[in-house]
């Protein structure tokens, strides 16, 4: 499990009174506890992750791609690990930190996975529109493949956020080689940590117990 921060929110914290009565005995700061209940939180999770059983990842449902000939979807990426970018062209958060780390993922380990795009709009969608999209990604230098989540009339959330249950932009997946959703991770995304948990995804083998390297997907204009 990911460590997130949303944009808009800050970090709260309690003192700690389950994980570490220890520190409460040594009568620490408040925010020495703060992030010491924070860091012992996660070892814990992580220990959880390893013998979690993990939900299949639902399939995209997208009505037009950019930077790629070729329309994709989740089974033909079965055997790599593939990392998923949701946002919004008007989300402030999604412009300062979720596409910016996309990308610093697609050029760290772009040899090991597979980086993809996900216009999900539920707001303002007279405003962002595919044309908008195109100069937006183009102007921003995103270079990896996005899909423009598919829209249901009557519903201003589009498919594939309903099913990820997304509550917003930026949010963050992370599929497994088996196909498995291995992370939904909503704002800010600690860098360390999604870093620690690509590099664990990468490493494991393939359905078929031989580590599989991922696809070669064309970008285009």
């Known amino acids: 499990m990911l460590t997130t ?21 040594q009568h620490l700061p408040p925010l020495t506890a703060c992030l010491a209940q924070i860091y012992v939180g996660f070892l814990r999770r992580q220990e959880e992750n390893l013998v979690a059983v993990h939900p299949p990842a639902p399939d995209l449902a997208d009505s037009q791609w950019f930077n790629t000939d070729t329309e994709l979807n989740l089974a033909d990426l079965r055997g790599e690990v593939v990392v998923i970018e949701a946002f919004q062209m008007l989300c402030p958060g999604c412009v300062s930190h979720g596409l910016p780390q996309a990308q610093r993922i697609a050029a ?7 980086v993809l795009g996900l216009h999900t709009v539920f707001e303002h969608h007279a405003a962002m529109t595919p044309t908008s999209l195109e100069a937006f990604l183009h102007e921003y230098r995103i270079t990896f493949p996005v899909g423009v ?3 249901e009339p009557g519903n201003t959330m589009p498919i594939t956020m309903r099913r990820y249950q997304l509550p917003g932009t930026p949010s963050l997946l992370a599929i497994d080689r088996s196909g498995a959703l291995r992370a939904n991770a909503f704002g800010q995304v600690d860098d360390l940590g999604l870093g620690a948990l690509l590099a664990r995804l990468i490493d494991e083998p393939s359905p078929d117990g031989v580590a599989a390297p991922p696809g070669v997907i064309d970008s285009g204009s």
């Open 5 to 25: 921060t949303a944009a808009t929110h800050a970090v709260r914290c309690s003192p700690p009174k389950i994980w570490l009565p220890s520190v409460e005995s």
């Open 108 to 114: 760290r380990f772009g040899d090991d996975l597979t």
């Open 149 to 151: 989540d598919q829209a």
